[in-house]
């Protein structure tokens, strides 16, 4: 079973900075693709920024440009800098991980509060 941990989420004003962790408990070297997503209440959840294992990342568009995906092989860990935070990006965002078509793992999530 793999185990995925998100940490780094926080209530902060407009404008400012946050950057979420996900710690995972085997390599990501193992992975297919790996992501973030966010979601409301009441609403679905959505893709925020993934990284497949063929080197592209793509991010959502209302993110691009202020958000960025990173990974530390060395940690099995990966990132996600959110710079210019906007009240719309409240969320809670979680952390996946895809080891083949079987396999998709989740972490619990982390609240990101922004304030205007």
């Known amino acids: 079973q793999v185990q995925l941990v998100e940490s780094g989420g926080d209530l902060v004003q407009a404008g400012g900075s946050l950057r979420l962790s996900c710690a995972v408990s085997?390599?990501?070297?193992?992975?297919?693709?790996m992501g973030w997503y966010r979601q409301v209440p009441g609403k679905q959840r959505e893709l925020v920024a993934t990284?497949?294992?063929?080197?592209?990342?793509n991010y959502a568009d209302s993110v691009k440009g202020r958000f960025t995906f990173s990974r530390d092989y060395a940690k099995n860990t990966m990132y996600l800098q959110m710079n210019s935070l906007k009240p719309e990006d409240t969320a809670v965002y979680y952390c996946?991980?895809?080891?083949?078509?079987?396999?998709?793992?989740w972490g619990q999530g982390t609240q990101v509060t922004v304030s205007s």
């Open positions: 990284f497949t294992r063929g080197g592209s990342t």
């Open positions: 085997r390599s990501i070297f193992s992975f297919i693709s």
């Open positions: 996946n991980a895809r080891l083949n078509s079987r396999e998709d793992y």
